[in-house]
């Protein structure tokens, strides 16, 4: 665009904290830690290089061993995940930016390789048809065993434990993984759950889980520390549900009312997150039952993130790849310059080198 998009380049505050601008790095997935799932050397550097966002949520991170899914992502649960952690909220916060880590537990999404042979737990035992990445390259996931009634409150325990140490690491708040076909999302929807306790059958027991564990979270940080990120047209990991309309709004209903601070919509305009065609777009429903601040995600430029501010559907813009490929982003937008080329082949799966595709991407002179 000729003009910088002034509004998306604005000041915005959510709750405390002041944004520098409304542009949000969403959470990426990178398969770059190692031992441990301790978060790489080179994470610091890596965040802290876009700390131009006026909010950064960090890749997905798993609250406890039963949460993992892939090899390579971290986790926020031992020492030596916090402390490598840490280091990089300092660095961020010594770059002027604010950064939110996303807590996530892949439920269905994994295999037992990374549960010492046992099965990975789901709300149903129904399989996500889904592939994951194991030490011995691509697998198939299993059928899951259904978590029995009295084992959900360990892991609601598991995200409160997580939030804590989250706050210990230094993070600013807190986004709540509820999106993408893993463990909170698997409750929401009817595809993945039939349960026939008080946490499966109906909109409000399907989503008694999912709040149980936002309520948790906010007890530890206070509400206007946490997010909480939805897609409810996404497929992803063999995910559906008869009624999104109504279950999502239901949701959107109760997180307005617990009073957290924002509300993350993967639902793309472009891309593998838009909606199929003749499918029925239902953020503008949400953004009706959720009177805080509202993100939007997915395929957005600097015009089309600029115009759904103005038009009122939107508080925030969440740009992924293009903040992968441009850690200077809104400098760039700022001056309409042109974009890097991001290098597809090294997201997920880097060389000998976790440099490449990760902090080598070049900032305009002067601007990063």
Request: charged share 15%; aromatic share 8%; glycine share 10%.
């Amino acid at each position: 665009m000729k003009n910088a998009p002034l509004t998306l380049l604005s000041p915005y505050n959510i709750g405390e904290l002041t944004l520098k601008n409304r542009m949000v790095m969403a959470p990426m997935t990178r398969s770059r830690a190692v031992n441990g799932n301790v978060p790489n050397p080179l994470a610091p550097v890596y965040y802290a290089q876009r700390a131009q966002a006026g909010l950064i949520i960090s890749e997905a991170t798993q609250i406890s061993r039963q949460g993992t899914g892939y090899i390579r992502t971290p986790g926020i649960y031992s020492l030596a995940q916090i402390e490598a952690w840490r280091r990089v909220t300092d660095a961020v916060h010594e770059a002027g930016g604010i950064i939110f880590a996303q807590l996530w537990h892949v439920g269905r999404v994994s295999h037992p390789e990374f549960h010492d042979g046992v099965l990975p737990v789901a709300p149903s035992a129904i399989n996500a048809e889904a592939e994951v990445f194991t030490s011995n390259g691509i697998a198939q996931t299993p059928v899951p065993r259904a978590l029995l009634t009295s084992e959900i409150a360990d892991v609601v325990s598991q995200f409160r434990q997580g939030a804590e140490k989250a706050a210990e690491a230094g993070f600013d708040g807190v986004e709540i993984h509820g999106s993408s076909g893993y463990l909170l999302d698997q409750f929401l929807r009817d595809g993945s759950n039939n349960r026939e306790d008080h946490y499966g059958g109906t909109i409000i027991n399907r989503a008694r889980f999912p709040l149980e564990v936002v309520s948790a979270v906010s007890e530890v940080l206070g509400a206007d520390r946490v997010g909480f990120r939805v897609g409810p047209n996404m497929s992803l990991h063999g995910m559906s549900d008869s009624s999104p309309v109504e279950t999502f709004s239901y949701l959107a209903t109760q997180l307005d009312a617990i009073g957290i601070a924002y509300l993350h919509v993967t639902e793309g305009i472009a891309g593998p997150d838009a909606p199929v065609a003749g499918s029925q777009r239902i953020a503008p429903y949400l953004r009706q039952c959720f009177s805080r601040t509202f993100i939007l995600n997915g395929g957005y430029d600097a015009q089309t993130g600029e115009d759904a501010i103005n038009n009122g559907e939107a508080d925030l813009i969440a740009y992924g790849v293009p903040f992968i490929a441009n850690p200077d982003l809104p400098g760039r937008f700022a001056c309409g310059s042109d974009l890097n080329v991001p290098d597809h082949a090294t997201f997920y799966a880097p060389g000998q080198n976790d440099a490449v595709g990760y902090t080598d991407y070049p900032a305009l002179n002067n601007k990063s």
